[in-house]
């Protein structure tokens, strides 16, 4: 059984950085395919990064360039280095786990689906002040 705890949520202003972590307990973790998504009231969760276990990467087109996925994989975790944050970036963040994908250009309907992933993480919360 996969399980997933994000920490590292909190408060910044625009401007700022913060650093999500997941930690994840399961098998083979280096074979993952890992994503983080993130959750406004309201609104469909929306893929933010994807990492595959060849260390290729993928974003959502807002946060390119903002953004950085990473993985240990000695320490089973998943990042999710967030710079120059805007108030929009607000929401719960969640990390996703897809242990039956090598790489994330596999999916027919595109790596940001929520679908694609049988294990989520609880989720953490992100919020950034003008």
């Known amino acids: 059984q996969v399980q997933l705890v994000e920490s590292g949520g909190g408060s910044a202003q625009a401007g700022g950085s913060l650093r999500l972590s997941c930690k994840a307990v399961?098998?083979?973790?280096?074979?993952?395919?890992l994503a983080w998504f993130r959750q406004t009231p309201g609104e469909e969760r929306e893929g933010v990064a994807v990492m595959d276990s060849d260390g290729n990467t993928d974003y959502k087109e807002s946060v390119k360039g903002r953004f950085t996925i990473s993985r240990d994989n000695n320490k089973r975790t998943l990042y999710l280095q967030m710079n120059s944050l805007e108030p929009e970036d607000t929401a719960t963040y969640y990390c996703?786990?897809?242990?039956?994908?090598?790489?994330?250009?596999?999916?027919?309907?595109?790596?940001?689906?929520?679908?694609?992933?049988?294990?989520w993480g609880q989720g953490t919360e992100v919020t950034v002040s003008s």
């Open positions: 996703a786990a897809d242990p039956h994908t090598r790489h994330f250009t596999y999916y027919t309907t595109g790596w940001s689906k929520t679908s694609n992933y049988p294990h």
């Open positions: 399961g098998y083979s973790y280096s074979t993952y395919l």
